[in-house]
């Protein structure tokens, strides 16, 4: 028999450990259940998830240039040529496969500055030419939102559409979808796929002494429609979680820097350099698995990132949400903890301080619910994974059922 090719596809390898996560909890799932696949990438870090998860890949995109804002006419040119040059890439490549697989990833929303010649454009080549050449295309736990540009708006609608299969992380992201225009019928939702990740080991035992606080940050600027004062956000974002580090450090409280994106170093350096305390520190995370460690070892979490959120609660540890999006409100209530948010474009940090206090009172209730919460998303999750077997795969033997916990861990980087 021929091995079923599969195809991975998006913003991989390219520094996002979100995004990494998502294609990590997919290559579990296939290795376990679908071992015979053949397995390859087209992502914008191709070098790194060769090494990372020992899978073939391909650059997303010809010019290399392609997220670099291109001024002189050199650059423009080579830009748009990358264009066309990408149209014939993306389809030869989508028809070598039988399935094509989008894994998680904010792929269908613009909750951060985005173009629509970017990666909505790479998407919608995407679909079409899965369309084309009758490769099954599957959105997996994909976020959604409103979009209010025009051609951005056009372009994610279209990549739905001509997609075989779809699936969303919550609610709110599939509402989005259908409110611009598409069937979602018959689409589901699931919790995102980074839960399918193996659980860390327990970090702070109930009455002992609390751990410290992590405070993920985020090299923010608001979002796509944020533009003309994104300056101004993320400075009051910056001076903000800034006053709130040095509240906890000046209480004598160990405080962990976390990252979720190369771009947020600045963010941290800016920090450690205003705070300039010993108790406050950076950690050094390579991946959603390390992230997790990092939130099992501590007291409470204070996050921005989307994923940095995932991490927390997935290790059972009380969390407060610097929230951005909708996505994050959704996350927080899903996972019970609706109270505990705060707006990240009006960083308040005495009313922030309050918050995390209240939090950090309520800690042992709060862990028992993130408990019982994680014990539904893995049900959750192990029945998006049937589907998606029912869904893109041929019945030619029956599937083994896969347990997200026992994803098997890659191989690191050399």
């Known amino acids: 028999m021929t091995a079923v090719r599969v195809g991975v596809f998006g913003l991989l390898g390219s520094g996002n450990l979100g995004n990494d996560g998502s294609l990590e909890a997919v290559l579990g799932w296939l290795r376990a259940e679908h071992p015979g696949a053949a397995v390859d990438a087209l992502c914008g870090g191709p070098e790194i998830v060769t090494a990372r998860y020992g899978i073939p890949a391909t650059r997303l995109h010809w010019y290399r240039g392609e997220y670099r804002t291109a001024s002189r006419a050199r650059a423009i040119a080579a830009k748009g040529a990358g264009k066309l040059v990408d149209a014939f890439r993306t389809a030869a490549w989508v028809r070598r496969h039988d399935v094509v697989i989008v894994p998680g990833m904010g792929v269908l929303e613009a909750t951060l500055p985005l173009r629509p010649w970017g990666f909505p454009y790479a998407l919608f080549l995407l679909c079409a030419s899965g369309r084309l050449f009758g490769t099954r295309v599957a959105l997996v736990g994909v976020g959604a939102a409103p979009i209010a540009a025009r051609p951005t708006r056009a372009l994610v609608r279209w990549s739905a559409r001509l997609a075989a299969y779809r699936s969303y ?7 989005a979808i259908r409110a611009m225009g598409v069937d979602t019928s018959r689409d589901a939702v699931h919790p995102d796929l980074a839960f399918a990740l193996p659980a860390p080991a327990a970090g702070t035992a109930p009455g002992g002494p609390p751990g410290p606080v992590c405070v993920g940050v985020m090299d923010f600027h608001g ?14 974002y910056l001076d903000g979680t800034t006053r709130f580090v040095r509240a906890l450090a000046e209480d004598g409280r160990r405080v962990r820097l976390l ?22 520190t950076a950690a050094e995370t390579a991946s ?59 960083v308040d940090a005495d009313r922030l301080l309050e918050q995390f206090r209240e939090l950090e009172r309520h800690a042992d209730r709060l862990r028992h619910t993130l408990a019982e919460q994680n014990l539904a998303v893995a049900r959750s999750l192990t029945e998006q994974f049937a589907a998606l077997t029912s869904a893109l795969f041929p019945p030619a033997a029956p599937a083994r059922t896969h347990t997200p916990a026992h994803t098997p861990t890659p191989r690191k980087a050399p």
């Open 169 to 175: 992380r919550d609610d709110q992201s599939r509402d």
């Open 223 to 236: 979002g796509d429609d944020d533009r003309a004062r994104a300056g101004e956000i993320h400075r009051r």
């Open 259 to 280: 990252t979720g994106d190369a771009c947020d170093d600045a963010v941290v350096g800016a920090i450690l350099d205003a705070v300039d305390s010993p108790l406050v």
């Open 288 to 346: 959603l698995g390390d992230l997790m460690k990092e939130t099992a070892a501590a007291g409470a979490v204070v996050a921005t990132r989307y994923h940095n959120l995932v991490c927390a609660l997935k290790s059972g540890t009380p969390t407060l949400a610097l929230s951005y999006a909708a996505k994050s409100d959704a996350l927080m209530a899903r996972m019970g903890l609706d109270a505990y948010r705060h707006p990240a474009r009006e």
